[in-house]
């Protein structure tokens, strides 16, 4: 025998209405902790990132801590970097958008810029800044291009940082560096 249709047709709008009302708003996308953060061994990132952090950590900290020539001037040791999940979100979000829409810029076709991307990645930096490449397949190759370039060498060498990431999508690599504000 079927349900009285009479009863059974505001039972199901009913329900429809709760669903309705319970889904207005867009599902939430899972979120990191607030705050910058350095990111601590054997976390899992909530998103795709092909590169050896910890070699990549190691390079860049060599470097750092010996001191290097930047196009002809020569960079006195800095403090090393510690790696940090925020940024490094902001560099894979970066990469994956430079590899899906074909171009290779610090600015995004949408205006994006390595300062608002790192901020919308939860990172409250007062100082920040990026090195881009396009074409190398290994993490010392990357870090062997930028530091024959002038400029980003000096962006590595910089003593204004304290954090850094880098982050790849095919062979378009990005980095970032930042450092919060002592009052955060």
């Not at 349900?3 to 889904?23: D, E, H, K, M, Y």
């Not at 990111?39 to 860049?60: A, D, M, R, W």
């Not at 100082?127 to 490449?133: D, L």
Request: charged share 15%; net charge neutral.
């Amino acid at each position: 025998m079927l349900p009285n249709n009479n009863r059974l047709v505001p039972f199901v709008i009913s329900i429809l209405l709760f669903a309705t009302a319970c889904t207005k708003e867009a599902p939430l996308e899972p979120q990191l902790p607030e705050g910058p953060a350095t990111q601590e061994p054997g976390t899992v990132p909530v998103f795709e990132n092909n590169v050896n952090k910890e070699v990549l950590l190691s390079l860049i900290n060599n470097v750092r801590t010996k001191g290097c020539n930047c196009g002809g001037e020569v960079m006195p040791p800095v403090d090393p970097l510690k790696w940090n999940i925020y940024l490094e979100l902001a560099a894979a979000n970066h990469s994956k958008d430079m590899q899906t829409r074909k171009y290779f810029a610090h600015n995004s076709p949408n205006g994006g810029t390595p300062q608002t991307r790192i901020a919308d990645a939860g990172y409250k930096a007062s100082w920040s800044g990026e090195n881009i490449a396009s074409g190398p397949t290994t993490e010392q190759a990357v870090i062997d291009g930028w530091l024959k370039s002038a400029g980003h060498c000096k962006n590595m060498m910089s003593a204004n940082y304290r954090d850094v990431a880098v982050a790849r999508a095919g062979n378009i690599w990005t980095q970032t560096f930042g450092a919060t504000s002592s009052k955060q």
